[in-house]
């Protein structure tokens, strides 16, 4: 299946990057002027005030589709997302969970360039997901740290990250839709967990996803609890 995201091969260069970022200054017709990207409703009263910040870094425990889910909303908002050095991201999937393709930059393998690649491409993107494949060093982060606060972008890491806003991460999960031996997996519940940098750990029931594949709490249950301990 042909993939209307913009994907880079192999691992680009200057010039590559530097084409990237005209063309979609070219496409991007708003910047947000709020400090807040729109983020999926779902999120909303988990996250530090209330959605992603702009120029914060958020860490996501290693899964994909809390991953899609978080992109979701910011991209049906209208930001350009990016996503760097995870080539097994399905573009099937996030498209089939409201994920605009036309908006959508994918490097799958930025090789030993991938900071650099990071700091590029947060000139034009309002959302960046990036698994970094090996621990940066103290000054390398500060440096794309104000990176994106200067360009107003924010960053999504797949594990660990100094200075994170907060960690996401999931538990309790189970699926919907087997039966007595029969039957295939249709929906999946979750507890989603942020732990923030301040305050305490909160924790809500979420559908990742529902049947029809979307993105929300779970009817019946308190949407926000405060996590035990």
């Not at 899609?68 to 996030?94: D, K, N, R, T």
Request: charged share 15%; with cysteine.
């Amino acid at each position: 299946m042909s993939s209307a995201a913009a994907t880079l091969t192999e691992a680009p260069t200057r010039a590559t990057v530097e084409e990237l970022q005209a063309r979609i200054r070219q496409m991007q017709a708003t910047k947000l002027d709020t400090r807040l990207i729109p983020t999926h409703s779902a999120f909303a009263s988990l996250l530090p005030g209330g959605g992603l910040k702009e120029g914060a870094t958020y860490s996501v425990d290693n899964s994909a589709t809390l991953l899609m889910a978080l992109l979701a909303g910011p991209s049906a908002a209208g930001s350009w997302c990016g996503v760097v050095g995870v080539p097994e991201f399905g573009v099937e999937a996030a498209q089939r969970f409201g994920i605009d393709l036309e908006r959508l930059v994918l490097v799958p393998h930025p090789g030993d360039q991938w900071l650099g690649v990071t700091a590029a491409i947060a000139d034009v993107l309002g959302v960046i997901v990036i698994r970094p494949p090996r621990r940066a060093n103290d000054s390398s982060v500060s440096r794309l740290t104000a990176r994106l606060r200067q360009r107003g972008a924010a960053l999504i890491v797949l594990g660990p990250w100094p200075q994170s806003e907060a960690m996401l991460s999931l538990s309790d999960s189970s699926w919907n839709g087997i039966g007595q031996g029969h039957g295939h997996l249709s929906a999946r519940q979750v507890t989603v967990t942020v732990t923030s940098r301040t305050g305490r750990p909160r924790s809500a029931r979420m559908w990742l996803p529902d049947p029809q594949e979307q993105f929300r709490a779970v009817e019946n249950v308190p949407y926000l609890q405060r996590a035990a301990g």
